[in-house]
């Protein structure tokens, strides 16, 4: 099976303030996403991967290096053809449902709000048919439609949210975080329908995440990332089996089990970033095994082969 | 009276207890008739949805109902006083803080920015020790080392924006625990941070119990999250603790239906292309009468009885109970989903680690 390349970023940068003030957010990050498939960004708050999603729909600018969404450059400066060649192609659906929704606006409005930018839509009848079907499709009543933001739960929000980003028919769906704001038994709702859509209307999602025990259940490859750089990447299964970067092992001993016993065995690894001797022999991003990236210096990718060989 | 709590080392009792709300004139009830005691140098994990009464059945022991809400039938029963009864804000000052204090969700709010983090936990120092001046600072920055804040005379005169929410959280502890209190109530301390911080957190919070020789509330909707820490959990579910049994009795052995969904929605029980168990409906509506049980319109294993009448507790040790009419002897046998049952085996994925 070949893999069709959605969205390929390429030596990503992204800076807040300038000169002397600058703070690089994101530094040189590349990788790829491959249509059809969940790819999951992870990493602490701080460690830019809530960056990374906002410079591909554009909310904050590439400093340097690029993004490509089929082929085409979606970063800097863009003609209108373009910019509305990206948005219809790549929505966002954001953390909190209870900020991200405008509160005086009915829920219709909400939901067409999209197509409003892009002229989605030819008739005000058409329009209505969307935002019906957007709201059926999440599994909220047409009826709601008529209905303010506030008037709903926590949950019922987060599917308004998906609704108005399914309503422009997009091809990638970069989720912030889509649900760490929600009580668990809701979180399981909002993670079958995400499932859901993705095979019904084959979307291609970014799931941008801090907890890795979500993570693993929805993607198929992740990322880890910390301090604006990527330092682990891989298959799902093959991180959680074989995770190399101690950052990586950091994130998963972290993981909060539902099982005493595991539990008071479980040893809590905390992540120094002082272990590292990169001052004369630099890191650099090593594929250990085939789909496997590592952040290593020579030393470290001994190391983690002896790992691999003595766990494998 | 006394005696007899001395011998079962109970430190807070709650018998019978119903709270109620008014809202824009309709009567909710929150709180539907919950005992429980709870035993000294413990800690009990409350976990139940948003709504469940959780926070609302904790505030109440620190007489932090909101105003338009009130007790309206039962007793809490502490060092020989029923807090049920207090009217003044007088009595509250002399428990709150020095015999119970608490520590909220968010960090990002529950900290003063206008005074320096040495400062916030110094005063705590100087209300409830009697320390002053030098005597407490030297005391305050004790504290900081106890939460682990590294550099803590630097750190001392810093402000709250200067720290990251986990340590943030760590500050509020120190004040929490330079209180010197008995029971400490954690009302969710650790949804608003990450994953890797939680996991700090909670060990933190199990030393200082240790040292201090705390009892300990925790409030939580993530019964994940609880396995570490709490040696017994309560489920609350509207408004009424419908199970409740050591660590070991709710994740090894739990008996009523909605424990057993709050167990098998958490994404780290899920199964990989297959969807994640999801309760379905919403929590019943707590403004009318609630005939049965709670959790019955949403139990897929529902009895014909569980909508007539209210299930007592059905004991299967001397610390294990629930709510629920499958475990009377009558009741049909229902089969707990696969995920619980081999909820061992399913951790070995995480086990390497």
Redesign the interface.
């Known amino acids: 099976m070949s893999k069709e390349i959605l969205l390929e970023v390429k030596n990503l940068s992204v800076d807040f303030g300038r000169g002397k003030k600058a703070f690089r957010a994101v530094d040189d990050v590349s990788f790829n996403i491959y249509k059809g498939e969940t790819f999951g960004l992870v990493g602490e708050s701080g460690s830019g991967k809530t960056t990374i999603g906002r410079a591909i729909v554009r909310i904050n600018e590439a400093s340097e290096g690029e993004i490509r969404f089929q082929g085409r450059k979606i970063s800097g400066k863009l003609s209108r053809d373009e910019d509305r060649f990206v948005t219809e192609r790549v929505q966002m659906i954001f953390q909190d449902p209870m900020a991200s929704l405008n509160e005086r606006a009915k829920v219709d409005y909400i939901v067409s709000e999209g197509l409003y930018n892009i002229k989605g839509f030819k008739s005000e009848k058409e329009r209505k048919e969307k935002v019906e079907k957007a709201l059926l499709d999440v599994g909220l009543l047409p009826e709601f439609a008529s209905r303010f933001p506030h008037e709903f739960s926590g949950g019922q929000r987060q599917r308004i949210g998906i609704a108005r980003t399914l309503v422009m028919e997009p091809e990638l769906i970069i989720a912030d975080e889509p649900i760490s704001a929600l009580d668990v038994s809701i979180r399981a709702q909002v993670l079958n329908i995400l499932s859901l859509l993705k095979k019904t209307k084959s979307l291609t999602y970014l799931f941008v995440a801090h907890d890795l025990s979500v993570v693993r259940f929805i993607t198929d490859r992740i990322a880890v990332i910390h301090k604006g750089k990527i330092v682990e990447m891989a298959e799902s299964e093959e991180l959680f089996k074989m995770p190399m970067h101690p950052y990586t092992k950091s994130l998963l001993s972290a993981i909060p089990l539902p099982d005493p016993i595991a539990e008071s065995k479980k040893k809590l690894y905390v992540y120094d970033p002082n272990i590292h001797e990169y001052d004369l022999d630099p890191p650099k991003w090593v594929e250990i095994k085939p789909e496997h990236f590592v952040l290593a210096n020579k030393k470290e990718v001994e190391m983690y082969k002896v790992a691999y060989a003595q766990g494998g | 009276m006394s005696n007899l709590y001395q011998e079962k080392n109970i430190v807070l009792s709650v018998k019978d207890l119903i709270i109620k709300f008014e809202l824009r004139g309709r009567v909710l009830t929150a709180i539907r008739n919950i005992s429980l005691d709870l035993y000294k140098g413990e800690s009990l994990a409350i976990v139940g949805?948003?709504g469940s009464g959780k926070s609302v059945f904790t505030k109440s022991f620190m007489g932090l109902l909101d105003s338009n809400g009130w007790i309206d039938q039962g007793s809490i029963l502490y060092d020989n006083k029923d807090l049920s009864k207090f009217k003044r804000e007088k009595e509250w000052l002399d428990l709150r803080g020095s015999r119970i204090a608490m520590v909220f969700q968010d960090p990002m709010t529950s900290l003063n920015p206008l005074k320096t983090i040495g400062r916030q936990v110094q005063e705590a120092i100087e209300l409830h020790q009697g320390l002053k001046g030098k005597e407490a600072k030297s005391k305050a920055i004790e504290y900081l080392i106890d939460v682990g804040i590294a550099m803590p005379e630097k750190r001392f005169k810093q402000y709250p924006h200067e720290f990251?929410?986990g340590m943030r959280q760590r500050v509020v502890i120190a004040i929490a625990v330079a209180c010197n209190p008995e029971i400490l109530i954690c009302d969710e301390p650790t949804t608003a941070l990450?994953?890797?911080?939680?996991?700090?957190i909670l060990?933190l919070l199990k030393a200082m119990q240790k040292k201090y020789k705390l009892t300990i509330v925790y409030i939580t909707?993530?019964?994940?999250?609880v396995?570490?820490v709490a040696d017994r959990i309560a489920v609350m579910y509207a408004g009424d603790i419908i199970e409740i049994g050591t660590?070991?009795e709710i994740?090894?052995n739990p008996q009523h239906p909605y424990t057993w969904?709050?167990?098998s929605?958490?994404?780290?029980?899920?199964v990989?292309g297959e969807?994640?168990?999801?309760?379905q409906g919403?929590p019943p509506n707590l403004f009318k009468d609630i005939e049965g049980d709670a959790f019955a319109p949403r139990n897929p294993h529902a009895l014909k009885i569980d909508f007539l009448m209210r299930p007592p507790y059905f004991k299967l040790s001397e610390t294990h109970k629930a709510k629920t009419w499958l475990l009377h002897p009558k009741a049909p046998e229902v089969k707990k989903a696969e995920v619980l049952l081999n909820?061992?085996e399913n951790?070995e994925?995480?086990?390497?680690?």
Do not use: C, W
Request: aromatic letters at 8%; a negative charge.
């Open positions: 949805e948003s990251s929410g990450d994953v890797t911080i939680q996991a700090q060990n909707h993530d019964l994940g999250v396995a570490n660590a070991h994740f090894y969904a709050l167990l929605s958490l994404p780290q029980l899920g990989k969807d994640l168990f999801a309760i919403t909820l061992k951790m994925e995480y086990r390497h680690v």
